[in-house]
Structure formats: C-alpha cells, structure tokens
C-alpha cells in the first residue's frame, strides 16, 4: 500500500487521501453549504467536541467524513488538518501532500510562468507527473529549460508540431516532448 508524507506530519494511505479529498472537494464545490460542512469538520477535527450544525452533520456522515458515531477517523483528521488552513470561514483549501522541495525541483510559481493560463499546456504537464512517470526533478529541468525559452501558447504550438511531424513517432505525446528536451539538456 502506497502511503503519502502529509503536511503535519502524518503518512497516510494514498487512496484513502485522495478518497478524502474528492469528499472534501465535493463539498467545497457546493458553495457556502459545502463550505460550511467543511470549515466544521476542520473545527472538529481541532476540537472533538465542536458541535456541527444537523444539515452539515448529515453531508459529513454521508460522505463518511464523520463516523456514524461522530467521531472524526484518524486518517481523515489528518488529511482535513494537512489541507485546511485558516480559522473558521476564513479558511483555505490546499494539497494536503507534504511537498519534497530540493533546488530540482520546479516552483509553482515557475510552473505557472511557463503554463501562462494555457489549460490545455496545464492539463498535460500536471499529467505527465501524475500518470505519465515524469519525476518532478524532470519536470524542473524541462520547465527550466523550455525549446527557446517559449512558454505558453508558443510552448503549446512547440508540442503541437513536433507531434504533427510526419516522421513523429506513433503515439507521441507531450511525456515523450518533456523527456526529449531532458534528453538533450542532461547529455
């Protein structure tokens, strides 16, 4: 079973984190009703004894957010405790995964200078960490070192005809445009 390095500390299991997150998610989603539940939870999850109103109680317990009995599970506390900031409305969900940052590693703000609100250049650099067995110290020197410095919609037009080249290879796609510029920046 894969576990995850949390933010406060804890490890816990990663379908389990990524299970309470969808839940929590969910609910943040929802606007101010879901906003609320979750605020309380993160209360609760401070304070066992926080009382949470009967429509929250229930969205929480549905979601087994809370036990049946009330009582907040450990892995969920931890997970609530590792991506709630903030004190009561005035809270902020984030990623509850304990960041390993090393001088490799990409910046948020460095991965959105080169995304420049490009979903779709977005959707693919996040997917090839996630899915497509790109490791985050590839993924720094791709961001550092993009074909000719280009970013966004230049960056995305890049990709778009390397894939589109008649000689490309079946099945190219943007894991194989990240390990090609690594290639050539590592040799």
């Given at each position: 079973?894969?576990?995850?390095?949390?933010?406060?500390?804890?490890?816990?299991?990663?379908?389990?984190?990524?299970?309470?997150m969808m839940s929590?998610?969910?609910?943040?989603?929802?606007?101010?009703?879901?906003?609320?539940?979750?605020?309380?939870l993160y209360e609760r999850c401070q304070n066992p004894k926080h009382s949470i109103a009967n429509d929250e109680l229930k969205a929480l317990k549905d979601l087994a957010l809370?036990?049946?009995?009330?009582?907040?599970?450990?892995?969920?506390?931890?997970?609530?405790?590792?991506?709630?900031?903030?004190?009561?409305?005035?809270?902020?969900?984030g990623s509850p995964i304990k960041q390993m940052a090393s001088a490799d590693t990409p910046s948020l703000d460095e991965?959105?200078?080169?995304?420049?609100?490009?979903?779709g250049?977005?959707?693919?650099?996040?997917g090839s960490v996630d899915h497509g067995g790109i490791t985050m110290q590839e993924l720094g020197v791709f961001i550092r070192n993009t074909p000719d410095g280009k970013k966004g919609e230049a960056l995305w037009r890049e990709f778009?005809?390397?894939?589109?080249?008649?000689?490309?290879?079946?099945?190219?796609?943007?894991?194989?445009?990240?390990?090609?510029?690594?290639a050539q920046e590592t040799n």
């Open positions: 079973m894969e576990m995850l390095a949390l933010n406060n500390g804890s490890s816990e299991p990663k379908t389990a984190v990524i299970a309470t929590l998610k969910g609910l943040w989603d929802k606007g101010i009703p879901g906003i609320c539940a979750v605020s309380d809370i036990q049946p009995n009330g009582r907040v599970h450990d892995t969920t506390k931890n997970v609530v405790l590792s991506a709630i900031t903030g004190k009561s409305f005035d809270i902020k969900m991965i959105d200078a080169v995304i420049d609100g490009i979903f250049l977005q959707q693919c650099i996040m778009t005809s390397q894939r589109d080249k008649p000689d490309a290879k079946e099945g190219y796609g943007f894991v194989d445009f990240i390990r090609e510029v690594v």
